[in-house]
């Protein structure tokens, strides 16, 4: 029988391994050379690097709805902590260390946790979608994704996606942290806010960039492998000179191979290929 981890013991016991790990991190980041971004201005930079906007309310097979409607209000508290944030050349935004601790003091409700290939509800939960969003933002710019922790299952059916698969982060206080350094030549500036229901967000710049972003997904399909589905696919990410219009260069960013976490009837037939789509179809 295999020994369980002490965090596995117990509730308790779980709480006790995430505040140590918790106390690691704060100790590391004391003696990181990261130059944390902290300055939040009101002036906006004048060119917009990549906009965009994700649906608040998402109806999610089996997660009551209650949970969708608090993270509306973690995420706009979320908005208040990060709108306007500016990087200078050289700075690193670190998600938690803009945040801090989501607490129910603070106005943080409970809403959806994921952990593995699981889901629960906690004070502070659904504050992955800013952080997606931020994800977003950067990887159509010339920013370096410096910690970025994936999900590594597909837990929910697609409901209005608007990206690729895969293209999310995983962020959980403080261990899973979400940070990207400013690596070009001048000042950023991240804009979030909420607006007809939808979570919007802007990454300005003082300049415009010589080149613009397209992240394709490519391959998409289902397999069946012993016994269970996958989902599969490719995201590539392609730099397009803006002057000329021209693909400077593509690069593969994300190979997706996640386990189907959710009920195998809402998988669509037309996406299971092999002999499970001739099995599927009859």
């Known amino acids: 029988m295999k020994r369980k981890l002490f965090c596995q013991l117990s509730p308790t016991c779980y709480k006790i391994s995430l505040r140590k790990e918790i106390i690691l991190r704060r100790i590391k980041d004391i003696f990181s050379r990261d130059r944390i971004a902290s300055c939040i201005s009101s002036n906006e930079l004048p060119h917009i690097v990549k906009g965009h906007t994700s649906l608040l309310l998402r109806q999610l097979h089996g997660v009551d709805m209650r949970l969708q409607e608090n993270k509306v209000t973690n995420i706009r508290i979320a908005c208040e902590k990060i709108n306007g944030m500016i990087l200078r050349p050289g700075e690193t935004f670190s998600y938690w260390r803009t945040l801090g601790e989501p607490k129910a003091k603070d106005g943080y409700k409970e809403g959806l946790v994921i952990s593995g290939s699981s889901f629960s509800s906690d004070i502070g939960g659904g504050l992955c979608q800013m952080a997606n969003m931020i994800h977003w933002l950067v990887l159509n710019s010339p920013l370096t994704v410096t910690e970025l922790h994936h999900h590594s ?73 012993d016994g269970k589905y996958y989902r599969i696919s490719q995201v590539y990410r392609t ?42 179809n009859n």
């Open 153 to 225: 299952d597909a837990l929910f059916p697609d409901e209005r996606r608007r990206v690729p698969f895969g293209t999310g982060t995983s962020v959980l206080y403080n261990n899973l942290d979400y940070r990207f350094k400013n690596t070009s030549d001048q000042t950023v500036q991240i804009l979030v806010w909420c607006e007809n229901g939808e979570l919007c967000g802007e990454l300005r710049s003082e300049r415009p960039f010589p080149y613009r972003y397209k992240i394709t997904e490519e391959n998409h399909h289902f397999a069946k492998e």
């Open 239 to 280: 730099v397009i000179d803006k002057n000329s219009g021209e693909a400077v260069r593509k690069e593969l960013i994300l190979d997706n191979h996640s386990e189907v976490m959710y009920d195998y009837s809402l998988i669509p037939k037309e996406q299971i290929r092999g002999e499970e789509y001739a099995e599927a």
